[in-house]
């Protein structure tokens, strides 16, 4: 998984440390009901516990609301879960943070296509809203990041679902897992039908290794109509069995689920 540029961490953490909101512009508060019990603004040098509380003070930082409640609260999260179906009697559910629409859209956009790393707190907002999956754990779980090609890597110089999805982990707790590759004689996903993107996702991944634990949680960063995760989960299941040497027609050993920053739009 490629890191993030010097100067691409740089704009993104200076987004951090502004105490504005990442949309309004205007300074973001958060409720003093919603503030750490243990945290306090006030760091005596003379203490001699000053850099426990300079690094308590630098994580709230980083795990505050990066946007003003009027912001917040003027999106809507968790649109309802869908189910897309990867085998007969088999599906997969996919819950998105948010709807692909006005300022996440653009944020997204900004992003994905121009490199804008300034727009990448306002994402990292979004997947906070995520709910952590129930009985999920670093030791029972991993994040399967929707993978790129080598083509499109090339052209855009990043992969910016691995970087989101590398702050997916650190929010979980639950590391990343590689072990799938994308195919590079794929087209774009997007301005197809449903029909045209379930077709151009045919064979469209391999399989370089059987998952290390059980729960595999797929993540993208837009779910339009779910056909990219549910090719990828597809291939989780059936070249699992062939790795590992199984009948097709056994029991799915594994247990997937996806999720993603946005799905669609509500209007």
Not at 42 to 48: A, E, L, Y
Not at 95 to 112: H, L
């Given at each position: 998984m490629r890191r993030l540029a010097p100067y691409q961490?740089?704009?993104?953490?200076?987004?951090?440390g502004d105490v504005r909101c990442q949309l309004c512009r205007i300074y973001r508060s958060t409720p003093q009901s919603q503030l750490p019990q243990n945290h306090s603004s006030?760091?005596?040098?003379?203490?001699?516990s000053f850099f426990t509380k300079l690094r308590q003070h630098v994580n709230y930082r980083f795990d505050s609301g990066l946007l003003c409640s009027d912001c917040h609260n003027s999106i809507t999260w968790l649109p309802k879960s869908f189910d897309v179906d990867i085998t007969a009697g088999t599906s997969l559910s996919?819950?998105?943070?948010?709807?692909?629409?006005?300022?996440?859209?653009?944020?997204?956009?900004?992003?994905?296509?121009h490199e804008d790393m300034t727009k990448l707190p306002l994402l990292i907002h979004v997947l906070r809203q995520l709910p952590r999956?129930?009985?999920?754990?670093?030791?029972?779980?991993?994040?399967?990041?929707?993978?790129?090609t080598n083509q499109r890597l090339v052209k855009r110089g990043f992969d910016p679902v691995s970087?989101?999805?590398?702050?997916?982990?650190?929010?979980?707790?639950?590391?990343?897992?590689?072990?799938?590759e994308r195919i590079d004689d794929t087209v774009s996903q997007q301005g197809l039908t449903r029909a045209e993107r379930l077709g151009n996702l045919d064979s469209a991944f391999a399989l370089r290794e059987l998952p290390p634990v059980k729960r595999l949680l797929l993540f993208d960063d837009v779910a339009t109509t779910g056909a990219s995760l549910q090719a990828l989960g597809r291939t989780l299941y059936d070249q699992s069995f062939s790795l590992a040497g199984v009948n097709s027609q056994s029991s799915n050993p594994y247990q997937l689920s996806a999720y993603a920053l946005?799905?669609?739009?509500?209007?």
């Open positions: 961490s740089g704009l993104w953490l200076a987004e951090y006030t760091i005596s040098p003379n203490n001699h996919i819950q998105a943070a948010t709807y692909y629409d006005y300022p996440i859209r653009q944020a997204i956009r900004a992003f994905k296509h999956p129930q009985g999920c754990h670093r030791d029972n779980s991993v994040i399967v990041a929707m993978p790129t970087i989101l999805a590398a702050q997916l982990s650190k929010h979980w707790h639950i590391p990343l897992w590689q072990g799938v946005a799905h669609g739009s509500q209007l």
